[in-house]
């Protein structure tokens, strides 16, 4: 078997890929359906409601528990990659997101103190994830993940 082939019939890989791409599409939805208005340049952005990177790396963990056992070296590391990822979408990337949000607030108010000569570039604000995002994202890639090795 060639390595394309490999590649395309990987079902572990392709699964996560889905429940990424649902999670996405989910949050393009959300927006249309709470805020009233066609954001489909959301589907290319990070944070948000569901977490994709969530949905991702847990469907991917669902589908390795569930095909190679739950007891398996293969799942604790599957699992543990998704718990970092996790972690870090509610903790590392939330906070230097708010912190994005604040030095641009400061910059923008120095920038009208100072005026000649202060011209900084702004941060770009990349927001992590709450709690709620993260939860529903794993959820999400949990269902994704046994209807992919169950049903499909």
Do not use: C
């Amino acid at each position: 078997m060639n390595v394309l082939q490999e590649l395309f019939g990987n079902p572990w890989l392709w699964t996560a890929v889905l429940a990424s791409t649902g999670a996405q599409v989910i949050k393009v939805l959300l927006i249309l359906l709470l805020e009233r208005r066609w954001r489909p340049g959301a589907f290319m952005e990070t944070g948000g409601m569901p977490s994709s990177h969530s949905a991702m790396v847990t469907a991917l963990a669902t589908g390795v528990g569930l095909t190679q056992g739950f007891g398996s070296p293969l799942f604790a590391v599957s699992a543990g990659f998704a718990l970092i990822v996790m972690y870090d979408a509610t903790g590392v990337r939330h906070s230097s997101g708010q912190q994005a949000r604040l030095l641009n607030e400061l910059v923008g108010e120095l920038r009208a103190v100072v005026r000649e000569g202060f011209a900084p570039l702004p941060l770009r604000v990349l927001m992590g994830h709450t709690y709620l995002e993260v939860l529903v994202g794993s959820l999400l890639g949990i269902v994704v993940g046994w209807l992919s090795f169950h049903v499909f």
